[in-house]
């Protein structure tokens, strides 16, 4: 198995041109419930972040630290602990060599991927070879959208409805706008994505894509954390039945399908194909395109689907090409008014096989790498796809998709 | 435990009622291998401004936690433990604010009972046990690490180490037991002799390691995960430990090793101390018997030896010279005033460019980043103090102490001049010139025609009147005395002394400056010699006179031997330099009276350009120097090295008393301050004033005790 494995990997390295664009790894702290009672309650966002970026390094150790071009760093709130250009700050106190630059990036929910399409840029323009992109948010110390100071003109020009700053209000107003989607479909499936993730925790295919994490909360000793706190296993259309409806009375979105509230942090390592070459690289996935788009801010949640369309675009491929979905689980409305327009069953198993953002929790500039490696990982599994994109819904009235292409699969480097 | 141990540990329990006690949380951490750790942090819930420290209440805790997991170990509910502390702490040592509170034999027992009670079940739990060293552990701190069956360290633990000797105490938490069987004889007596000794010198993380006294070292960064892993990894049998260092010693080799060791050790600290305080000879004692006993065996000795340290005059001094002197009093000077009334200080003016004035150039502009000008007669001696000063910051850049940038921006700093133009915009200004005081008066009074009407003058004086300095000047509220010792860069004190009409203004000034400095600062009032000369020249004084009486010269200079004073009257003479020592002396007769004697023997050595009254000799031994020998002229009366011991103890004494009486500073501790910090005088001392009541010399000349 190992020795086919190798000579799958060569032969993929072969096909790379100098400038294709790779993903190499990408590993990510357990995700946390925010507030007092959570596991990272007194626990830094840049320390999150440090465990992440260790994690990586450590388990790629034929990348040399000094080698890696830029660490690019998404965090949505950049003051305090996640203040102070944080990638940069991540990189220094990693222990990376002081001649390797950071930077901070933010594009709300989707910064993470942001950094991973802005440093892709770089490395297929020549700029960079190597470099590390990811994301980090402790919502619990940075509450969402603390410190903004929306412009009045928002208001005052109708450029963007006060209400459509709240997310959970855009879930409802997708609710409104696609009113085939029900809270009974939104629940079955949240019920399910809770049930595809105790199963992939169950398979063991989380647990190898985390790194462990000390963490001390006030007034108790250190706790050692290897598995998410958010997961809800076990939870029935009924128990979600009772829940509230915050945003609405009588409305459809709950605590139960939609994304938690949560701290986390996600690192990953892209290279150029002459990178690859030059270290002897495994690439899990090549970056095929990647599109992000914007839709009016009071249904953020319908973003994913121009940014698709604008991906596969550019993809020169028709969604009928794409064997794995990894959609960001901000809210499933917002999943199942996606899958609604391209005709995709909420059950199809291409889609969040291991669950989603909904049972898994969603740190929000973090996600865009969770999806990613989590994807790389669906690849290795299954060579048989060819294609997967990973695709979120983003703050203000956006989405963002990145196609990816499996070196697993026999045709791949056979490009169109 | 019997029903009257658990009694005295109650009873010490209930002495520390308000003890900030250093909690032991415990939660299971599930190893990746499917094991369970149960991972215990020492943590007592402050900031890590507040070392974690072990009380009778935290060690009674940390034990029934212990036999908590122990049932657990027992039932199989865990298949380790290991033990941590909140950030930056392991341990920070025994709580000694408890040990001071002892007060019979009985609780010292007690108390040193209570560390092995808690700290013995780590050895001996049911299960392996780990320390994870993730910083600050000294003393019992680093002995709960050592009771435990492997041991991680951070590369960023500050500090490690068995400071107990240093102390007055001997590691009797079983350290002097496990340290030697754990990295060697010799090794553990670096730790446990060598280094408390010198400075209290301390272990970093990575050197601990690879001294042996850690089976693994990680970075801080993810301390704890790793930590986690070699856990598991040990568990699994997947790592092997090695301790290429740790001895058996039942192996005749090793016990010879032992021995030697332990003599090597011993005249290390006789040649220290002359036998002025029983804690590091007793902590070989222990080390010594210890070789052929078993660990409980040799903890019924530790238990003993604590005992008995706990109530050695020693020990409490220690105490009280560390951590009331040394941590608190020196941090928050007495008599002070408020830190907002001084002037910020941007430019700083030395008359002078000798050695003293150069020293402090080297000072003032490494610690306060400021133009610093230096004036002199003539350009020669200015350019010989640069030469000094630019030497001085090389020596600090090859020494990796001062960066390239850092020694270009001191050097660009540093100006010398031979007119004092370069004063007007200086708001400090400080002399060191001749000790002579018609010379200081001219000195300033040019100074005060150049500078602003605020800024500060000081004088570096050793023993000349200050008010006397001041009497004519234009602004006589802006001097201040601002006296720093030899060699400046190295010695803690700096005296700061004010006249009748120093203002608020140019005292603070000064004090914020000592602070800017890094100096430990006292508040002296005017007087010949402030604290630290008059109390030195006054023992030297007597000795000196005992051997212009008849003493011969060996008798006269080690009869304060069992004081402990870091040298011998006469090596400090020469070290101080026979003219200076002549001079202060004649300044404080004139002061004081006959109480400093002006000695015509010290001037017939001066005359005659000896140097030292001591020379070696072809074996490295002392012998007296021929060239005195030949000028002195000794009377008939010889005095016995008990004589001369209770005749200085009675003059320094009395001439602390009066100098507390005549109000030169607050109170004795200021004075047992400034002989720590200014004098290098022994902490088991407690400086000096707690020695002379206990002693009995304050009683006899002055019939009270300084101290309560």
Known sequence: ?????????????????????????????????????????????????????????????????????????????????????????????????????????????????????????????????LVIAG????????????????????????????????????????????????????????????????????????????????????????????????????????????????????????AGNAAGLNDGATAALLASGQAVRELGLAPKMRLVSFAFAGVAPDVMGYGPVPATEKALAKAGLEIQDIGLFEINEAFAVQVLSFLDYYGIDQEDPRVNRYGGAIAVGHPLASSGVRLMTQLARQFSEDHSVRYGITTMCIGLGMGGTVIWENPNHPDFGSKA | MTAATSQNFSDVAELMRDETVTHSLVSDVLLPSGKVLALLTLDNGLDHGKPTTLGPNGLIELRAALETQA????????????????????????????????????????????????????????????????????GGGLEIALACT???????????????????????????YRLPRLVGPENALKVMIENPLNNNKTLSGPAAYKMGVADALFEPADFIEHSVAFVDGVLNGELEVRRPNAVDPRDPEVARRWLEAADAAQAFVDAKLHGAAPAPSKVLEVFRQGLTLTQPESAQLEIQ?????????????????????????????????????????????????????????????????????????????????????????????????????????????????VSKEGFADADFVIEAVFEELGVKKQVFAEVEA??????????????????????????????????????????PLLEIA???????????????????????????????????????????????????????????????????????????????????AQHVTESLHAAFGDRFAVSQNLQKLIDAKVTSLWVADEQGGQVLNPAAAQVIMQGSNPSSAEQILARVQDALAQEIGLLLSEGVVAEAADVDLCMITGAGWPMHLGGITPYLDQVGASERVNGAKFNN
């Open chain 1, 1 to 129: 198995m190992s020795a086919n494995t190798t000579t799958e990997h060569e032969n993929a390295s072969r096909m790379l041109d100098d400038r294709d664009v790779v993903f190499i790894d990408g590993v990510r702290t357990p995700f946390g419930r925010a507030g007092e009672k959570g596991i990272y309650h007194g626990t830094r966002a840049d320390d999150l972040a440090v465990k992440a970026v260790r994690g990586l390094l450590e388990r790629n150790p034929q990348v040399p630290a000094e080698k890696i071009d830029e660490v690019s760093l998404a965090a949505t709130t950049q003051t305090g602990d996640q203040g102070l250009t944080i990638g940069r700050t991540v990189a220094l106190l990693s222990g990376i060599p002081q001649s390797v630059p950071g930077y901070a990036i933010d594009r709300m929910c989707a910064g993470a991927m942001t950094a991973v399409t802005s440093t892709a840029g770089g490395i297929a323009f020549g700029a960079y070879d």
């Open chain 1, 135 to 254: 994301g980090v948010e402790h919502m619990g110390n940075h509450p969402m959208g603390a410190g903004a100071d929306p412009n009045p003109r928002f208001v005052s020009e109708r450029i963007v409805d006060p209400q459509a700053l709240n997310m959970g209000n855009t879930a409802e107003n997708l609710h409104d706008r696609f009113p085939a989607i029900t809270k009974e479909r939104a629940d079955r499936y949240a019920v399910a994505s809770q049930a595809k993730l105790a199963a992939a925790y169950q398979n063991q295919q989380i647990q190898p894509d985390l790194v462990s994490v000390a963490a001390k909360r006030p007034g108790e000793g250190w706790a050692v954390h290897r598995v998410d706190e958010p997961p809800r296993p076990g939870t029935t259309m009924e128990s979600l039945s009772e829940l509230r409806t915050p945003f609405r009375a009588h409305g459809r979105v709950t």
């Open chain 2, 71 to 138: 049932e657990r170990a027992k039932a199989g509910a865990i298949h380790a433990l290991a033990i941590t502390g909140k950030p930056h702490f392991l341990i920070a040592g025994a709580d000694l604010s408890a040990v001071t509170r002892l007060r019979s034999p009985e609780q010292g027992s007690a108390m040193a009972s209570l560390g092995h009670h808690a700290y013995d079940l780590l050895a001996d739990l049911g299960v392996p046990t780990f320390a994870f060293v993730n910083g600050l552990a000294l």
């Open chain 2, 150 to 176: 492997y041991r991680t360290v951070s590369t960023a633990a500050g500090a490690l180490g068995l400071p107990e000797a240093f102390l007055g105490l001997i590691p009797g938490w079983a350290g002097v």
């Open chain 2, 305 to 417: 030896a604590l005992t008995e340290l706990m109530g050695s005059r020693q020990f409490q001094n220690t105490v009280y010279a560390f951590f009331d002197l040394v941590q608190k009093r020196g941090k928050r000077p007495a008599g002070a005033p408020d830190a907002r009334l001084a002037r910020p200080v941007t430019k700083v003016g030395i008359v002078g460019a000798g050695l003293m004035a150069s020293q402090l150039a080297l000072l003032f502009v490494r610690r306060l980043n400021v133009p610093v000008v230096i004036t002199d007669l003539d350009q020669s001696r200015i350019d010989k103090g640069l030469g000094y000063i630019h030497g001085e910051i090389d020596k600090l850049h090859a020494k990796d102490r001062m960066s390239q940038d850092a020694v270009n921006r001191a050097k660009a700093l540093v100006s010398g001049s």
């Open chain 2, 450 to 491: 150049v500078v602003s009407p605020e800024c500060v003058l000081a004088t570096n004086t050793s023993s000349l009147s200050v008010t006397e300095m001041g009497r004519d000047l234009m602004h006589p509220e802006r001097l201040v005395g601002f006296h720093f010792f030899n060699p400046v860069a190295l010695m």
């Open chain 2, 498 to 580: 004010a006249t009748e009409w120093t203002s608020d203004t140019a005292l603070s000034t000064a004090f914020v400056l000592g602070k800017a400095l890094r100096k430990t600062t006292v508040l002296a009032q005017d007087a010949a010699a402030f604290v630290v000369n008059r109390v030195l020249l006054r023992l030297l004084s007597e000795v000196q006179a005992a051997f212009d009486e008849g003493t011969d010269a060996k008798t006269a200079d080690n009869a304060l031997s069992s004081m402990g004073l870091p040298m011998t009257p006469f090596t400090l003479l020469s070290m101080v330099g026979l003219p200076v």
